[in-house]
């Protein structure tokens, strides 16, 4: 036996490690920047033929690897490497059309390869005489590393219910009559479909029913519900039995603790409720679909109506609905299996058994799979939870997601304040044992240093927030079922927020994707498609040469009229297509007048082959035969020109080949033209190539969309007799023959923007977000749209000479928003895929400082190379779009919105679709911000007297001896019940109005609590309200003859003129300071409030009544239910004993309003000063 080598090259830092032919090769592991490294690898024996012993093959071959991106996917990352310039030589092998492949995957290395090539790698040794010299050929292998990417295993008890299916492996025949269907010509019948269905059951999965036991636990102890539990289990043994005497206060905190965890445990499954409702509501806006075949019609109907025995057409870009069998594939049919597999490599679809495996063969499709390239038919072999997806599902269980931005943000502030709880609730608890009990034993006893230490935990942390967020969760819901926006997860929503770079496809997203085509030419003859009909009945050359045009664009388009809507006007019809098929077919069926011309062509032409449109190779291919028709010599003759027509042999099986596509990638395959003023075939010359070029530029700047339409005469005799359609080689053949084509004309199609786009690219701008075009499109045609849209504002946009390949990092100036416009030098630039593919380092950091940018022909590779260059500078990328081109940027950006009419792919892989406007994503980035504002606004709200004045009222008494200024138990009212209710009602503030004129947020850098709010929380808001109540509290004591001087240092002994106090009334008199200190609180919470409604804007421009874009009633109802609460405690008598509180005089209601007043003013002077002048020293430190 003889082994094979091949030497590769790669600059790849992860060791490579490829099977091929159930053998393991490695390479080593070289550093990246040492440039590439050459490998060599040993191959098993050649797989057929008989090798002469100590001859051996060798392969040596020469790559030059070159990285183009990655993507998060999965918990992992994966980049994809194209190995280019392969070169390899094969002494002794002679030529076969015989196609291999080497292809695997290595789970440990997480790295596959994909290698086909013409040629095989084991054949017959032949003599020396009879070898050929070395035979040096170029292929492209792709490359794909996967980094620490989780494995993907299907349940073991699924798997082994999968293993014994065998509907991928029975004959068609069987297959049909197991499913019971009929007639394949004509499919189900509506009646029968409709029994299976009601006997069936719908094609849905059974959703998870979620653990009830363990939801209402996370209902009642998640969030500070366990803390809430602890604190009142704490209170009870501090009643009794540690109570010595038992105090009556302590069981009622205990009380109230557990009847305040019961309402948040509520709240909390109202809200779950609530929030999954309306999500479910908005999901069934996007209801999924499917073309079947019913009746011997092509029907929609709604996925869920599937039944076992349906034909169903499968596109680029649907989502699989079922487990499909497949009866009819492209020659590119490939799925995605990933969801099922964790495979990220595509899977190409065949009609034949590929392995006894279900879930290996490539003739099935599987419910939840997407179809990421080509066309099929398919018969439904199995339903809803029968699927291989359904069994799955059925056996696992969701785990938990990665955090959000904002959960990580919340998680960071409650660790910090949790930590300086406990840390305080320590010290309290070390003085106590250390001194306080020695010293003043009688001072605090065991049962309320324990009440003490539980007060300051529970004061210390905000209880109200997780309710806010949980509330938050609810308006957002809302407010995206209003706009018509479908939310993959709502606490996504805040990520947007934080976008400042918005990437977005054009065709779909920016533009109505309602495509029609507005001109048409041949060569450079132009003719308006409204007069174009009049053209082709006149018997002149241009009209003969229309036709010709009209068979190629009719013949070759993936389009198709919905057969219920064909005896409606053309205009009326529904199309089954992309947009840019709708309108060439809807231009063809135009030119042919009353009837139905496309599908009487179909009738005298049988489609023999097929290349979808993709946005690699951009264009569409199709082969067709003359075959049946009243007369096919006439139907041939309207196909192509007069001299073609006569060399054209139809009784020997010539065939015509059409394209359609981009004209820059067809017109080097082109050597001639249709002539307008013959319709007859010219060579191609450079003064014609000028002319169409022409043609093209002018329409491209008018914002049209420009196809080429060519045509090509084969003949029989370039395809083997025993070589059929179905067979690769044919494919090969055709790809071959795919050159020397007649350019018929050129379409211009033109998609007007949606009427919305400037607006939104106007306040994006004010936003402070980048907004850039990503499309595929011709570069002149990119930027005219773009300038309709607002995103270009230059009439001579930079172009890639503007970028120094030389410059040095440091020269670069680095983009600032709030740099003035006549200041920047990196304004507008337009750039091509093929301009991306030049450019280094420098250049690309110069590309990031551009305030507008439009990429033009651009392929998935560079638009996800794109998303990762902003993102590698800090930029926080949002990306638009509706394509299966589109998928890879929208899984990697960090945040990827698709369109409600894309494919199914794009909204597989996007966080948010658009069902309605795309307007709405203003909606969505407001309220991304506004969360994050408005749960600044619930945290600078809740400290100053839930936190700090709480705080300081205890450790007044811990190191001074003086009586608490406020009890335990009103210390939890204010917590737990008034601060809670009032922070609910600032969740429901409505935008400020400069909101949208805000830079966005730098995750790095704006926190959620940092030290400018803790600075106005403490330093200025709970300071002015501290020495507010204590004075308050004090002036009690004063006003009934006990001054200050008595209470400091007293240590529970308070003594005026060396008499001590009587215990009862020193007891009753601290009760109605507590009271009182209690009711400054609440009051002065009042106008903290209306204060931390808004950052910068003052009360008058963001008033909280009146003006319904700024007015928040439920301030003044969160008021009033403090007010009652306050009354509630302190004139019930009943609650006086329980609670230790008695009334409050008068004047001590009034008072504390005063304060609150000044409070509320002297934050306005603030804001006033922050706002007139943006660079003082009160600005540099506002919140």
Request: hydrophobic residues 45%; neutral net charge.
């Amino acid at each position: 036996m003889s082994d094979s080598s091949i030497d590769i090259e790669t600059p790849k830092k992860e060791a490579r490690r490829i099977r091929i032919h159930g053998a393991e090769i490695r390479a080593g592991s070289p550093d990246r920047d040492a440039g590439p490294v050459r490998r060599q690898f040993t191959l098993p024996p050649p797989i057929s033929g008989v090798p002469i012993p100590g001859v051996a093959f060798s392969r040596t071959l020469t790559t030059e690897v070159e990285p183009v991106g990655s993507s998060a996917r999965g918990g992992g990352r994966d980049e994809d490497d194209y190995i280019r310039m392969i070169k390899f030589a094969e002494p002794g092998i002679p030529l076969s059309r015989t196609r291999t492949s080497m292809s695997g995957m290595s789970t440990a290395s997480g790295i596959s390869a994909r290698i086909s090539r013409r040629g095989s790698f084991g054949r017959e040794e032949v003599p020396a005489e009879l070898r050929i010299p070395p035979i040096y050929r170029t292929l492209s292998i792709q490359v794909s590393n996967s980094v620490a990417r989780p494995e993907v295993k299907p349940p073991t008890k699924a798997a082994g219910d999968v293993a014994s299916l065998d509907w991928h492996t029975i004959p068609e025949p069987e297959l049909l009559a197991r499913v019971g269907l009929a007639s394949r010509p004509t499919g189900l019948s509506a009646s029968s479909a409709a029994t299976r269905l009601k006997e069936g059951g719908r094609n849905e999965i059974t959703p998870h029913r979620p653990n009830l036991v363990k939801k209402w636990l996370e209902y009642f102890f998640g969030g500070f519900g366990s803390l809430l539990f602890i604190a009142a289990i704490v209170s009870i043994i501090s009643w009794r039995p540690l109570g010595d005497p038992p105090e009556v206060p302590n069981l009622a905190l205990g009380v109230i603790l557990l009847v305040v965890i019961c309402i948040q445990a509520g709240f909390n499954a109202y809200q779950d409720w609530s929030t999954t409702r309306v999500m479910s509501s908005i999901g069934n806006l996007l209801p999924a679909e499917a073309l079947v075949l019913r009746d011997g019609q092509q029907t929609r109907i709604a996925a869920a109506e599937l039944v076992v025995g349906d034909l169903i057409y499968v596109n680029l870009g649907n989502k699989i609905p079922a487990d499909i069998r497949m009866l009819e594939v492209s020659s590119d049919l490939k799925f995605d299996r990933s969801v099922l597999t964790g495979e990220s490599d595509a899977i190409a679809g065949t009609v034949e058994c590929t392995d006894p495996n279900f879930m290996e063969t490539k003739n099935v499709g599987m419910q939840g799979t997407h179809c990421v390239s080509g066309s099929g038919l398919g018969v439904v072999i199995q339903t809803g939870d029968m699927t291989v997806f359904g069994r799955i599902a059925k056996l696992s269980s969701s785990g938990g997601g990665a955090m959000t931005t904002l959960q990580k943000e919340i998680l960071r502030f409650v660790i910090i304040i949790a930590s300086l709880a406990v840390f305080t609730a320590a010290l309290v608890a070390i003085l106590w044992g250390a001194w306080l009990k020695r010293d003043y034993p009688n001072y605090l006893n065991t049962s309320a240093i324990l009440i003490d230490i539980i007060t300051v935990a529970v004061a210390f942390i905000p209880e109200g927030l997780p309710v806010s967020v949980t509330l938050s969760l609810t308006i957002i819901a809302n407010a995206m079922k209003r706009n018509m926006v479908l939310c993959k997860s709502l606490t996504t929503v805040e990520t947007l927020g934080a976008v400042n770079v918005l990437c977005s496809d054009k065709t779909g997203t920016l533009t109505q994707n309602r495509m029609f085509v507005q001109n048409t030419a041949i060569l450079d003859h132009e003719v308006h498609s409204d007069r174009a009909r009049e053209v082709v009945v006149e018997d002149q050359p241009l009209g003969k040469a229309i036709v010709q045009l009209q068979h190629v664009a009719a013949l070759n388009d993936a389009a198709q009229f919905d057969a219920a809507t064909m005896t409606l006007p053309l205009l009326e019809r529904k199309i089954n297509g992309d947009a840019t098929d709708t309108a060439i077919l809807r231009f063809a069926e135009q030119l042919g007048g009353p009837g139905s011309y496309v599908a009487d062509l179909y009738k005298s032409f049988h489609k023999l082959f097929e290349i979808p449109f993709n946005s690699r190779n951009k264009f569409m291919l199709r082969v067709f035969r003359p075959q049946g028709g009243e007369d096919p010599t006439r139907d041939v003759a309207r196909a192509m020109s007069a001299g073609e027509t006569k060399d054209f042999d139809i009784e020997g099986g010539d065939m015509i080949l059409f394209v359609k596509g981009a004209p820059d990638v067809l017109m080097p395959r082109c050597a001639s033209y249709v002539h307008p003023d013959t319709a007859e075939v010219l060579e191609l010359d450079e003064a014609a190539k000028e002319r169409i070029a022409q043609l093209q530029q002018t329409w491209a700047s008018r914002g049209q969309r420009v196809l080429l339409l060519a045509r090509k005469v084969l003949k029989s005799k370039i395809v083997p007799q025993n070589v059929q359609p179905e067979d690769t080689e044919f494919a090969d053949i055709i790809m071959e023959a795919n050159t020397e084509l007649v350019i018929v004309g050129l379409v211009g199609i033109v998609d007007p923007p949606r009427t919305e786009i400037p607006d939104v690219v106007a306040i994006m701008r004010r936003a402070g977000i980048r907004f850039f075009m990503v499309t595929g499109d011709f570069a002149l045609t990119a930027a005219a749209i773009a300038r309709q849209c607002g995103i270009i504002t230059v009439d001579n946009p930079d172009d890639l000479s503007a970028l120094d390949a030389g410059a040095s990092f440091e020269s670069v100036v680095k983009y600032d928003p709030d740099m003035p416009e006549e200041e920047k030098r990196m304004k507008s630039i337009v750039l091509s895929g093929k301009d991306l593919e030049t450019m280094n380092e420098a250049q690309w950091e110069q590309l990031c400082q551009y305030d507008e940018i439009v990429f033009a022909r651009t392929t998935p590779e560079q638009k996800l190379k794109i998303v990762k260059e902003f993102q590698a500078r800090d930029n926080v990328v949002g990306m638009t779009g509706d394509g299966v081109n589109d998928a890879p940027s929208l899984k990697a950006a960090d945040i990827g919105i698709a369109m409600g009419g894309g494919s199914d792919v794009a909204m597989e892989a996007a966080d948010m679709v658009l069902l309605d406007s795309f307007a709405s994503m203003v909606v969505a980035i407001e309220y991304g911000r506004l969360v994050f504002d408005n749960l600044k606004k619930v945290i600078i709200y809740l400290l100053p007297a839930g936190s700090f004045s709480e705080l300081w009222a205890v450790l007044v008494t811990i190191f001074f001896g003086m009586p608490q200024a406020i009890s335990s138990i009103q210390m939890i009212i204010i917590s737990i019940l008034t601060d809670c209710i009032a922070s609910m009602s600032l969740m429901m503030e409505k935008p400020e109005a400069d909101l949208l004129t805000r830079k966005p947020r730098n995750l790095k850098k704006d926190r959620l609590a940092n030290s400018k709010l803790l600075g106005q929380a403490y330093g200025f808001l709970g300071l002015s309200m501290l020495v507010c109540a204590m004075s308050m509290a004090f002036r009690v004591y004063r006003k009934n003859g006990i001054p200050f001087s008595a209470l400091w240092l007293s240590f529970g002994t308070p003594k005026v003129n060396g008499v001590e106090i009587d215990a009862q009334f020193y007891q009753d008199i601290t009760y109605e300071a507590q009271s009182t200190y209690f009711v400054t609180l609440v009051l002065m919470q009042w106008f903290n409030l209306l204060a931390t409604r808004t950052r910068r804007l003052s009360i008058f421009q963001q008033s909280p009544i009146l003006n319904p874009a700024t007015s928040n009633y439920y301030l003044f109802g969160a008021m009033a239910i403090n007010l009652c609460i306050l009354f509630f405690f302190l004139y019930v008598p009943a609650f006086h004993h329980a609670f230790g509180t008695r009334p409050v005089q008068v004047e001590y209601w009034f008072i504390p309003l005063g304060f609150g007043t000044g409070l509320l003013i002297l934050d306005e002077i603030r804001k006033l000063i922050v706002r007139r002048f943006p660079q003082s020293f009160l600005a540099r430190i506002a919140w």
